[in-house]
């Protein structure tokens, strides 16, 4: 908790800390999307910057760029690469909610400023941001930068798991319309997206 205070350069007091543990519990049934938040939280990754204290053989430069000290928020936040991805993302996301989200670490990397999205929108949200990180850890040692098109793959992947998990519990399936009429409505603008929005929305 300490190390990200320093990193986003703001106080994280414990009410917040303990909030997003809770909320990590209670949004998503997916072991993957809370596993990923516990890993963002307890800085999970071995990082170049660490790599090289263990291995003075190898480079502390960060794997993306080449150019920086792989530390872990310039990998997640600070490399010149992943601006480009989360720049992206961002407006992807603005997109699908019809306003402007705030572009930061907090909000990004630890899912937390929630106050600042309505509401209605915090599960979407929650999703579409696990999503970002999640595509981007599967990348974690090499140079590559996700592209928007394979976040949107994941979002269906998760809008389809989500459908079926709500669909066991008592009114889920219209909580499950609630939760995600907004990335539903901005399925229809892509051709493909909706095909396979419609197809997945079948069952």
């Not at 990590?24 to 890993?39: A, D, L, M, P, Y």
């Not at 480009?84 to 705030?102: A, G, T, V």
Request: charged residues 30%; positive net charge.
């Amino acid at each position: 908790m300490v190390k990200w205070a320093v990193n986003v350069n703001r106080d994280i007091d414990l009410e917040n800390w303990e909030y997003l543990w809770g909320s990590s519990v209670k949004i998503s049934s997916c072991i993957q999307v809370k596993e990923n938040i516990f890993k963002m939280q307890a800085r999970w990754y071995i990082t170049p910057q660490i790599m090289a204290k263990m291995n003075l053989q190898v480079s502390n430069k960060c794997w993306k760029c080449k150019e920086k000290e792989g530390t872990m928020y310039h990998i997640w936040w600070g490399c010149k690469k992943v601006k480009k991805f989360w720049k992206e993302i961002h407006m992807e996301m603005n997109n699908i909610l019809q306003y402007r989200l705030p572009k930061c670490p907090e909000l990004f990397l630890l899912s937390l400023k929630m106050e600042n999205i309505d509401p209605k929108d915090r599960v979407i949200v929650w999703y579409m941001l696990a999503a970002a990180r999640m595509l981007y850890a599967k990348y974690w040692k090499n140079e590559y930068i996700p592209k928007k098109e394979e976040w949107k793959r994941k979002m269906l992947y998760f809008a389809c798991m989500d459908m079926l998990t709500k669909k066991l519990r008592d009114n889920g399936a219209q909580l499950y319309r609630e939760d995600w009429k907004k990335f539903r409505a901005y399925c229809e603008k892509d051709s493909m997206l909706n095909v396979l929005y419609n197809n997945m929305d079948r069952y």
